[in-house]
């Protein structure tokens, strides 16, 4: 008997209203696959679509690191795997790439994207590890040093679009900020016990924050769970430390403060100097290093090791002067107007010596 029922009509995934709140729901682009459009439209208007992160300065990238086939490259803040992608093409044949980062949530993503671009095991291998772990990660690897070695500081777009993870000021979410959200404590958790003297030397050391003082009193007025409320206590500290304070002074500040408590939150410069103090011993002989900052503490710690590693002869040569972005890529890309990019080259010799 023929069965003449008809066929259940499955409804397309639709998004929550005209407006949806959701951040899984908000953006076509976090499904790339089914919008291909819809991201282009985005690349195109100048923007980098939701979910999704633009490498920096690839061909300035290059050009420090000079990759050649059959190099052995280490990739210390993974992320997307753009800069990586980049390196393991032009590595080919034999080359290969260690990626190390941090984030529990995008080191998967990011590994099974390399994958399917046709990078198996032989060729890119990833631990979830901060950059300061370096020489573990090369002696688990086998190797006494990498001949090129590349650290982007910047904190991913993945992780700045998302407002669950709590680096954003544009959406609210809870105030977390942490890379890695199953170790160290939140930010929220943070200005709890930290004091006002203490809080106003972090925002000043941080993000040279010039109201650090009247912001850290607001701040510790009484607990904070929210990054919107974090910037609604912002904007109060600045109307009330100068009358009719414009609202691009506050979005500066909130920037600024931000970046300070990220900072704080992940230990960063702790352990960038310790990845500094490290590189030389872990670079092959003549091999090359390249480290892009975003801020002006994160360069002034890279400057001033490499000039003290070239002085005491670990270096054979380094960047003469910063590398930025070009204004054709700043205008594709504005995340990439405060990138610094520095190199320097391994001097001949044991490594370690």
Known sequence: MADDRLPVHKRRPRYAGKNPRRFEEKYKELNPDRYQDEVRK??????????MHRAIMVDEVIEALAPQPGDVAVDCTLGF???????LERMQPGGRLIGLDVDPIELPRTIARL???????????????????LPQILAQ??????????????VSS?????PARGFTFKESGPLDMRMNPARG????RLLTHITVDKLTRLLEENADEPDARAIARVLKASAIDTTGELCRRV????????????????DKAIRRTFQALRIAVNDEFSALDTFLRNLPSCLAPNGRVAVLTFHSGEDRRVKKAFEIGHRDGQYAAIAG???RASAAEIRANPRAASAKLRWAKRALGEVGS
Do not use: C, W, Y
């Open 158 to 162: 993945m992780q700045l679009d998302n």
């Open 42 to 51: 985005v690349v195109d208007s100048g923007k980098t679509p939701a979910g």
């Open 81 to 87: 795997g753009g800069h990586a992608r980049a390196l």
């Open 235 to 250: 904007r109060s500290a600045l109307a009330a430390e100068h009358t009719g304070a414009a609202g691009a002074d506050a």
């Open 141 to 154: 690897e086998g190797l006494a040093g990498a001949s090129v070695i590349l650290a982007d500081l910047g």
């Open 115 to 133: 994958r399917a671009a046709g990078f198996g095991d032989e060729r890119f291998t990833a631990h979830r590890s901060n950059f300061a772990g």
């Open 185 to 188: 404590e939140p930010a929220s």
């Open 321 to 323: 002067d910063v590398v």
